[in-house]
C-alpha cells in the first residue's frame, strides 16, 4: 500500500491548481487506469481532506479541469463538516495532520528536496508539501516517525516527486 498526502492551502487551489491535480494524477493514475494499492489526498489548511482511494474510484478522470473540480467540491463540502462521499472513492472529511500521521502505514517519509534515499519499500506513506513542507511541520512528522525522503539532484515539485517515488517502488518491488 502506498499513500500520498499533500498538504496545500485553499488559496494552492486557484494559484497552483495545476499542481495540485497532477499531483493527485501522478500518485494514481495509470495510463491504463488506477493504482489500485495506493490512497492519495490533499490536506487544506490543516482542516479539510479530499481523499481518493485508487482501490474504489470510479469516474475520475485525469484531466486537470476534472480534477479541480473535484478538489474544489470536495473542499467546499469538507467545510461544512462531516464525512461526505463526493464520487465513488472520493471522500471529503474534516482533518488535522497531527491526527492523521500516527495513522499512515509502512515506512514513513516527507518529501524534503535533493538528494538520495535508498531503500524505499513497497509499503510507504509520503508527506509532500504543495510549496515544501515546513519546518514546524517537519518536527511534527518526525516525532511521528517520519524520515526526510530525498529524490534526484534538482529541486522539484511535489507532483514531481509523487510519480518519481511510484516509479522507484514499480522497479524496486514489481
Known amino acids: 500500500m502506498r499513500n500520498f498526502l499533500l498538504l496545500a492551502r485553499k488559496a494552492d487551489l486557484s494559484v497552483h491548481g495545476g499542481l495540485l491535480t497532477r499531483f493527485v494524477a501522478g500518485a494514481l493514475l495509470l495510463s491504463h487506469g488506477t493504482r489500485k494499492d495506493v490512497w492519495a489526498a490533499v490536506l487544506f489548511d490543516d482542516e479539510v481532506l479530499v481523499s481518493f482511494e485508487g482501490w474504489g474510484m470510479r469516474n475520475v478522470r485525469p484531466d486537470e479541469q476534472s480534477l479541480s473540480g473535484i478538489l ?15 464520487l465513488q472513492g472520493v471522500i471529503a472529511k474534516r482533518a488535522r495532520i497531527e491526527e492523521l500521521a500516527p495513522r499512515l502505514q509502512g515506512k514513513k517519509y516527507f518529501f524534503e528536496g535533493p538528494g538520495s534515499t535508498h531503500g524505499i519499500g513497497s509499503e510507504i506513506s509520503v508527506v509532500f508539501g504543495c510549496r515544501g513542507v515546513e519546518a514546524e511541520v517537519a518536527d511534527g512528522l518526525r516525532r511521528s516517525g517520519f524520515e526526510p525522503l530525498r529524490l534526484g539532484v534538482r529541486k522539484m515539485t511535489a507532483d514531481q516527486a509523487a510519480v518519481i517515488v511510484n516509479n522507484v517502488v514499480d522497479r524496486s518491488h514489481p
Open 72 to 86: 474544489r467540491a470536495g473542499l467546499r463540502r469538507g467545510e461544512e463538516g462531516g464525512r461526505t462521499r463526493i
